[in-house]
Nanobody
Framework: QLQLVESGGDSVQSGGSLTLSCTAS????????MAWFRQAPGKDREGVAA?????????????EHLQGRFRASALAQGDTRATMYLQMDNLEPDDTAMYYC??????????????????WGQGTQVTVSS
């Protein structure tokens, strides 16, 4: 049973930084994908970043309008555990949202297509005040 454990959400002032972590365990991480989505009140859930784990090396993606402020990385810890990090710098009030970790062991489409993610975390709140 795949499990996702998120951490790192907090309240910060504009210009601050946060690092979110999501640890996935209980499945074979090779050829899986992990992602962060966020959802602000009254808005659709949007893809923020993703990591494709093909083996010992991985590919990262960050949504274009957040590149330069957000960075994604991952660490595979053996065959059945991986942690994805989302480094967020120069945070703005518009970054305020619930951030959700997601994972899929069956990568079908582009990483922003949330329908392919079978597993979702409970979410961690990020609040940025001006």
């Amino acid at each position: 049973q795949l499990q996702l454990v998120e951490s790192g959400g907090d309240s910060v002032q504009s210009g601050g930084s946060l690092t979110l972590s999501c640890t996935a365990s209980g499945y074979t991480v090779r050829h899986s994908m992990m992602a962060w989505f966020r959802q602000a009140p009254g808005k659709d859930r949007e893809g923020v970043a993703a990591v494709l784990l093909p083996g010992t090396r991985y590919t990262t993606y960050v949504i274009e309008h957040l590149q330069g402020r957000f960075r994604a990385s991952a660490l595979a810890q053996g065959d059945t555990r991986a942690t994805m990090y989302l480094q967020m710098d120069n945070l703005e009030p518009d970054d305020t949202a619930m951030y959700y970790c997601a994972a899929t062991t069956s990568v079908r489409t582009i990483w922003t297509d949330r329908s392919q993610y079978t597993y979702w975390g409970q979410g961690t709140q990020v609040t940025v005040s001006s």
